[in-house]
């Protein structure tokens, strides 16, 4: 995947028509300065990116769930909130997992990357009730732990590969004894590169 | 394959400049190149020294022609005229015997000195060459070719630049100095 964030593509012509507009001769070829452009962008990028850190742009105080809690519980909560996972923690705020949609989809029996249509149509090909089990399990049995975290002074460069490489789409923030202090969603760090 | 591909070219031309960029430079050059050979004729000739060589041509082609070029810049004409007559003399001096090899040293020694000190400048090259090729004339001069004709003639060529190039309003001369 390639980063065009924000790159507007110079044409041949582009550079042709600004050199034309200004004086004198300009002993580099189109070819060499729409290189020399794309390589300072991507540099001028990476230091923008470098200068961001987690405690920049994460949401904070977080709605966490506490561990113990029942997993309808957990539903009604994140329903509530309109989020779609949170962090578990511990009576002392210690995290100790990360609850989301995926970790309920699967103890349904369908796959975490389901959509609501799946879901729709797991229900409607099932005798019954799909999501019976979930009646009776705690969050500690359906959360995914030990959780991804990453500390306040991790860059925004190091949370997207974070983002990719796991597969996830919330970051909880923690200090290095484990203490909840924020979180970043993908939708945090996509409004981090451009507005600020 | 890809080697092969590669002489195709990836790009175009630059654009043609504007007339008055072309009346400039014409204006640069016969201003910077009458100053030479009237100095040579009314001060020079009496010596016997020469300051007109081909190099100056090139140099006038850079610095009245593409006076924005980091090749045109004080830095590249003076360093790269200096530092290759001081190579293309020497190359002459060790390999006189093979004038062969000393033309293809001095030049090539040349273009590595000036880019180790960041002074490339085409004409420098010239500058080397003509130290060994120039005949009798310039090798009894020595390393008083660095002086007259190449540092001597180099100062008045970048005055001219300097002060023809400014006069324009949307031209400028150097970007940069040292």
């Known amino acids: 995947m390639k980063d065009q964030c924000g790159l507007l593509d110079l044409t041949e012509d582009d550079v042709l028509e600004a050199m034309r507009s200004?004086?004198?001769y300009v002993d580099i070829t189109p070819g060499t300065f729409r290189e020399i452009y794309a390589l300072a962008y991507e540099m001028a990028l990476t230091r923008v990116r470098s200068m961001g850190q987690a405690r920049d742009i994460m949401s904070s105080p977080v709605h966490s769930l506490q561990l113990g809690m029942?997993?309808?519980?957990?539903?009604?909560?994140?329903?509530r909130h309109g989020i779609s996972g949170a962090p578990v923690v511990t009576a002392q705020s210690k995290i100790c997992g990360v609850v989301s949609e995926k970790d309920f989809l699967r103890h349904m029996g369908l796959a975490g990357t389901a959509s609501f249509m799946a879901v729709i149509a797991a229900s409607l090909d099932t005798q019954g009730c799909i999501s019976t089990d979930l009646r009776t399990l705690l969050i500690d049995d359906i959360m995914t732990a030990p959780p991804v975290t990453a500390l306040p002074e991790t860059t925004l460069?190091?949370?997207?590969?974070i983002f990719t490489e796991r597969v996830i789409n919330r970051l909880p923030i923690c200090d290095a004894d484990g203490y909840l202090l924020g979180i970043v969603t993908r939708t945090d760090l996509v409004a981090s590169l451009c507005w600020r | 394959m890809e080697y092969f591909r590669k002489m195709r070219g990836t790009t175009q031309s630059p654009p043609r400049v504007r007339s008055s960029e072309m009346l400039w430079s014409w204006i640069g050059a016969f201003l910077g190149m009458s100053l030479m050979g009237l100095v040579q004729s009314i001060w020079l000739d009496s010596q016997g020294q020469t300051l007109l060589i081909a190099s100056f041509g090139a140099t006038s082609v850079l610095v009245y022609g593409a006076v924005r070029s980091p090749l045109a810049q004080p830095r590249n004409v003076f360093g790269g005229h200096v530092l290759s007559a001081l190579v293309g003399v020497?190359?002459?001096?060790?390999?006189g015997a093979w004038p062969w090899l000393a033309a293809a040293v001095a030049v090539a020694t040349a273009i590595v000195l000036m880019h180790l000190t960041k002074t490339l400048h085409p004409p420098g090259g010239a500058t080397a060459l003509n130290a060994v090729i120039g005949g009798e004339a310039v090798h009894t001069?020595?390393?008083?070719?660095?002086l007259t004709?190449?540092?001597?003639g180099v100062v008045l060529l970048l005055c001219v630049a300097v002060l023809v190039n400014n006069i324009p309003h949307n031209r400028r001369y150097p970007?940069?100095?040292?």
């Not at chain 2, 970007?175 to 040292?178: D, G, L, N, T, Y």
């Open chain 2, 175 to 178: 970007e940069f100095w040292f």
């Open chain 1, 157 to 161: 460069a190091d949370i997207s590969a």
């Open chain 1, 70 to 79: 029942s997993a309808l519980e957990a539903a009604h909560i994140l329903a």
């Open chain 2, 141 to 146: 001069l020595g390393f008083w070719y660095v």
């Open chain 1, 22 to 24: 200004m004086q004198g």
């Open chain 2, 90 to 95: 020497a190359a002459w001096n060790i390999l």
């Open chain 2, 149 to 152: 004709p190449v540092a001597f």
